[in-house]
């Protein structure tokens, strides 16, 4: 019994506590639905009760049915358990009846003085949900570019399961953002909602195990167990392509999760429709709720996330060298973060300072950075091209939709790629002033927002900028 336990612990603890945490316990004896455990220790015993209890009780119950009970064996000091008065140990406070509760699952300590006592404290199932602190809203700058899915987000965590966002479909290219964003969504869960229970798979990891199970004859625990999670966050969706079984695993765990109210987070590094090789079914269910993709930040924004990286880091650096890296990093966030931390090591390990000059000699080492400086011109000109408009009428006073559009984008990707002031951008389109630039850019923004098909266009032409700045 308690090595199919294990087993099924394995996959659920990381490794690291799995060895710390199981491994060390024995099997004392099983009488009826009784499973007695020795732990080393009373601190190890607290431990397990803390974090582990209901996972314990959870796999325990599927091995011996709804009337399972668990009971420790602690071990006082080296192996002894005849210890003297191992009792003392637990606070007179902790020695209360357990009284029935939804788990029915009481914890009894077999304590070596002989005088059983039962501990309340059945809480909602531990697990360790895998959240890497680091990712928090907090640090997760806003603008343009991540605006709908960080909103989505921050609802999504703060009413999980009771929003319209379920689905949360997070979706991107490399770099943007995407597992930041969903754990940031974990961790805040966590935070406003200590007793939900969070996991954050990716859904290679999810495949794995699923394939562990598959091997095992196990499907069933599997299923069963992520059927007992609150939020469950699937990182990098685009792998189940490969993956049919545990598609049909993860469609029955979605379907479990969402009729309960449970919600799901999911992302992607491209827009689920274009999720070649995943089943008709799961998709028409990620369209429930929202899809919010993630696009390459503007130039402003890239300034800020730089420096707020550098805040959080305790760094300093001049503003013009953030600047020139902003500029010439216009691929993806985590390429931002990697030419700053050349940048760092370069200049401690040459012992020089930070300025333009040396952050030009990264940079050129630097895979991705743009060469060119792309101008008004070259962005005008692939605009007509994408549009099929001629460059004349796109400086025309015409009212016409498609010119009027093609202009408000043209500037809208003058002002995210180049280093043109907003009047400079302004004189390119006839003459026109920085507060008709000022709003073509609002227009395109909220276009974007609520047009998928303008949507669609901005980011191909946004593409086809940053390829020509390479
Ligand atoms: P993805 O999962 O989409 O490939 P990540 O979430 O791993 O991207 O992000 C890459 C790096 O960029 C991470 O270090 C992340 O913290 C950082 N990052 C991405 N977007 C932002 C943002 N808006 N603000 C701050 N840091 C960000
Ligand atoms: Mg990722």
């Not at 991540?146 to 703060?158: D, I, M, P, Q």
Request: glycine share 4%.
């Amino acid at each position: 019994v308690w090595s199919s336990c294990l087993k099924i612990i394995k996959d659920i603890v990381e490794w690291q506590h799995f060895k710390t945490w199981f491994e060390p316990i024995n099997p004392v004896e099983l009488k009826g639905n009784v499973l007695m455990i020795q732990v080393p220790s009373q601190f190890f015993y607290e431990y397990l009760e803390e974090h582990y209890v209901n996972l314990l009780a959870k796999t325990l119950k599927r091995e011996l049915g709804k009337e399972a009970r668990l009971e420790y064996r602690i071990m006082v000091d080296s192996g002894n358990t005849n210890g003297r008065n191992g009792s003392m140990d637990v606070p007179a406070s902790n020695m209360k009846t357990y009284n029935n509760n939804e788990m029915n699952f009481p914890l009894v300590i077999d304590n070596p003085v002989k005088n059983p006592f039962v501990i309340p404290g059945l809480k909602k199932m531990q697990i360790d949900p895998q959240l890497n602190h680091m990712y928090t809203f907090d640090s997760f700058v806003e603008g343009d570019s991540n605006r709908v899915a960080r909103r989505a987000g921050k609802t999504v965590a703060e009413k999980p399961g009771a929003n319209s966002f379920n689905p949360l479909v997070i979706y991107g290219g490399v770099g943007l953002g995407k597992t930041h964003l969903a754990q940031s969504i974990g961790n805040e869960v966590k935070r406003l909602h200590p007793g939900k229970v969070v996991l954050y798979v990716s859904s290679e990891k999810f495949i794995n195990q699923f394939q562990d199970h598959s091997r095992n004859n196990a499907i069933n625990d599997f299923i069963h167990f992520y059927q007992l999670i609150d939020v469950l966050i699937i990182d990098d969706v685009q792998f189940f392509s490969r993956a049919e079984k545990s598609q049909d695993a993860f469609f029955a765990i979605f379907n479990h999760l969402h009729q309960s109210g449970k919600q799901l987070v999911l992302t992607s590094d491209k827009p689920p429709k274009d999720l070649d090789g995943m089943q008709e079914r799961l998709l028409s269910r990620f369209r429930w709720g929202l899809s919010a993709d993630l696009q390459i930040p503007d130039y402003e924004m890239r300034i800020e996330i730089l420096e707020k990286k550098m805040k959080n880091d305790g760094l300093d650096m001049p503003k013009e060298v953030v600047k020139y890296v902003a500029y010439n990093i216009n691929t993806n966030v985590r390429e931002l973060e990697g030419a700053l931390i050349s940048l760092l090591a370069q200049s401690s390990l040459n012992k020089k300072d930070i300025d333009v000059e040396l952050a030009k000699k990264v940079l050129r080492n630097f895979v991705k950075t743009s060469s060119k400086e792309i101008t008004i011109d070259a962005i005008q000109k692939m605009v007509c091209e994408y549009f099929d408009v001629s460059y004349d009428k796109l400086l025309q006073k015409t009212r016409k939709r498609e010119i009027v559009q093609a202009r408000q984008i043209t500037m809208y990707l003058a002002k995210a790629f180049t280093k043109n002031s907003l009047k400079t951008i302004g004189e390119h389109f006839g003459g026109r002033d920085h507060t008709t630039v000022i709003h073509s850019c609002q227009t395109v923004k909220d276009l974007m927002d609520t047009d998928s098909i303008f949507r669609e266009n901005v980011m191909e032409l946004t593409q086809k900028v940053q390829l020509a700045a390479m």
